[in-house]
């Protein structure tokens, strides 16, 4: 069975500042990778995938995830954090045979002035 | 062109009670699964439906069902309510099961259940 680590419960930074969320997963098979970004009362959106091909990804507001196999991680950074990204992070793990996503527990980013 | 779509909005309900939520996924859309928040926690998968046949089930009681209609829009319905039960119900649509084919899912903006 596969499963998401996020060690981080809250991360507070201030706007202008860089950002990592670290998310660990763990499964025996092949993996793809979703972060999700979660408003106050909204559903959840993609915020980008790793399902193959270049281990780096990015996103169209500037996030950007590495796939790590060797490390089994799956972090999100941003170098230059806006008021705006405020917001819950989700990471998440699909793997073809259980048709589902696994998700992590989340990480709250605070931005500050 | 519409996202997800999710009714009711909020919901109040008393322990013991039955509830139905609504989900009306994106045109062209074959896949619907539900998933539940609890407050402070990541999503937990309860059901998926693909052309109207469950396809994948979580670790949730019997007290919960689902189905998908023809139209593949997807109900999903809990019996005999429980305090724990309160939380945010999220949907899901995408084009096929295998999300890898097609990106992910995109989710609808949820319905807030709260059992009293």
């Known amino acids: 069975a596969q499963s998401v680590t996020q060690l981080d419960s809250q991360v507070p930074v201030f706007e202008e500042a860089p950002v990592e969320l670290r998310c660990n997963y763990s499964?025996?098979?092949?993996?793809?990778l979703f972060w999700y970004v979660q408003y106050p009362n909204q559903g959840l959106q993609l915020l980008l995938k790793y399902l193959s091909g270049s281990t780096l990804v990015e996103s169209i507001n500037g996030f950007e995830a590495e796939f790590n196999k060797s490390q089994t991680s799956f972090h999100l950074r941003k170098p230059s954090v806006h008021i705006s990204d405020t917001a819950e992070y989700f990471c998440a793990v699909f793997t073809g045979t259980a048709s589902k996503l696994t998700f992590g527990t989340g990480t709250r980013l605070q931005v500050t002035l | 062109d519409a996202g997800v779509t999710q009714s009711p909005t909020h919901l109040i309900k008393t322990r013991g009670q039955h509830v139905t939520l609504r989900c009306s996924p994106i045109s062209g859309h074959k896949s619907v699964s539900w998933y539940q928040q609890v407050l402070g926690q990541g999503p937990q998968f309860i059901f998926q439906?693909?052309?109207?046949?469950?396809?994948g089930r979580g670790n949730f009681p019997d007290r919960f069902s689902a189905r998908q209609f023809p139209n593949y829009s997807s109900e999903l319905n809990v019996n005999a309510l429980l305090l724990g039960d309160s939380a945010l119900y999220l949907c899901a649509s995408s084009l096929e099961i295998d999300l890898t084919l097609n990106g992910g899912y995109t989710f609808g903006s949820g319905t807030r259940l709260t059992v009293v």
């Open positions: 499964s025996s098979v092949s993996v793809y």
């Open positions: 439906y693909y052309e109207k046949e469950e396809r």
